[in-house]
């Protein structure tokens, strides 16, 4: 028979030493449950906070690159900037040309987005023919595809040269400073400041038609694709609770069918 662990046994008795054994109050199954919750919890909130945290997609924007349904899981310790002062004892890294990041939209409720990086602080950034060009060079871009059936204001040539082409599809905010950025032709992103468009070109609404990203909104970089469904925007539009609770029940009935398997897993590049 296995001792009770709950009893606390001394070190030394002498005979005849009165009994002070004391007895501890064994911890009931719910206290341990609760403990073991509460530490999930928190290192949930620190992975989630400062590591790792899971995104979905819900919109054309980056195919082929991303697709609609696409489960992400984006990296949040990679990208220096914000001045912490752990920045210099942790392996951080600036952000690069061509990066795909995770941002909060600078309007409305701040939805996050997804984009790739095209111009940082200081570049001057242009499109002519649907070619970019960062300060005075081309940029390859094998990930980006064109849709000859959709008509993009600015996706053949930007910035806009004048007060008119300003007014096409812009927010308003946008539209009342964009001209202001524009230098020679080029448009120059401002410090701490980034320019981000879709790699479905066509079809994204990115930093022509908004402004910049601030340093402070990016908050990663997607790193791999741990679940894929097939879906469409449609899927994605609130519905409501009762709507919400039909597609979950849809997706869970017909799962197997609809995952993309050789999505699973796959780098985000």
């Known amino acids: 028979m296995e ?8 070190a ?3 005979a005849g030493a009165p009994d002070r054994v004391k007895l501890v109050p064994k911890r009931s199954t719910f206290a341990e449950y609760a403990e073991s919750l509460l530490v999930t919890v928190l290192l949930a909130l620190f992975g989630t906070t400062f590591i790792v945290q899971a995104f ?5 924007s980056m195919e ?11 990296n949040k310790f990679i990208f220096e900037g914000n001045g912490a002062w752990y920045e210099k004892i942790l392996p951080y890294r600036p952000i690069r040309h061509g990066d795909i990041v995770v941002f909060k939209f600078p ?7 997804v984009k790739r990086v095209v111009g940082l602080p200081g570049d001057h950034v242009r499109i002519i023919n649907q070619h970019v060009y960062v300060n005075g060079d081309p940029v390859s871009e094998p990930y980006v595809v064109h849709d000859p059936a959709y008509e993009d204001p600015f996706g053949d040539n930007f910035p806009p040269a ?16 964009i001209l202001s950025h524009v230098h020679g032709g080029d448009l120059v992103v401002p410090a701490d400041n980034y320019f981000v468009m879709g790699d479905n070109r066509d079809r994204s609404w990115d ?7 601030d340093r402070r909104a990016i908050m990663g970089r997607p790193i791999m694709v741990y679940w894929s469904v097939e879906a469409t925007s449609e899927d994605y539009v609130n519905r409501g609770f009762a709507g919400t609770l039909r597609a979950i029940g849809q997706n869970l009935l017909h799962l197997p069918s609809r995952t993309r398997w050789h999505r699973m897993m796959h780098e985000v590049h």
């Open 3 to 10: 001792a009770d662990t709950s009893i606390a046994q001394p």
């Open 12 to 14: 030394n008795i002498s």
């Open 56 to 60: 979905k997609i819900p919109s054309q």
């Open 64 to 74: 082929p690159t991303l697709l609609v349904g696409d489960h992400l899981l984006v």
């Open 107 to 113: 309007f409305d409720d701040h939805p996050h987005y």
């Open 162 to 177: 004048n007060r008119y082409f300003v007014e096409i599809g812009l927010r308003p905010e946008w539209a009342e400073q």
């Open 207 to 213: 930093s022509r038609y908004w402004g910049f990203v």
